[in-house]
Structures are given as C-alpha cells and as structure tokens.
C-alpha cells in the first residue's frame, strides 16, 4: 500500500529582476505527471510566492473533496 503522508514535488521558479526600484518577482510551478507544468503564482512578489508555496505544501497529500473535482 502506498504512503499517501509524504509528497514528492519538482519545482519549477523563476525570478524575474525587478527594473527601476520595483521589487523582484517569481513565478513557481511544480510538474505533474512529467508531462507539463502547472503554475502555483506568476509574476508575484516574494511575500506572495511563499504564501502561495506553503498552502501547497500544507495540502499536499490530503484528498480533494468530491465537490471540488
């Protein structure tokens, strides 16, 4: 039986510098099924991108309820 408690992610971030004072941005992503690229924030900044990276990484594992399929 697999161990649905632990995840496995291959991220994809890229930085964007940010141009005349303006702070940098990122864009994170994550490959699903070795096939294609699904994107968790595009073009956020840093306090954003987090945000974002940590409610993916807190509801990995945990089943979708049927509602949201």
Request: net charge negative; with cysteine.
């Amino acid at each position: 039986m697999a161990d649905l408690s632990n995840s496995e992610f291959d991220f994809h971030v890229w930085k964007r510098p940010g141009i005349g004072g303006r702070p940098d941005v990122y864009t994170i992503g994550v490959w699903e099924d070795q096939l294609k690229i699904r994107s968790l924030c595009h073009i956020a900044p840093i306090e954003a991108a987090l945000v974002t990276l940590r409610q993916a990484l807190e509801t990995a594992g945990h089943a979708v309820p049927t509602s949201q399929l």
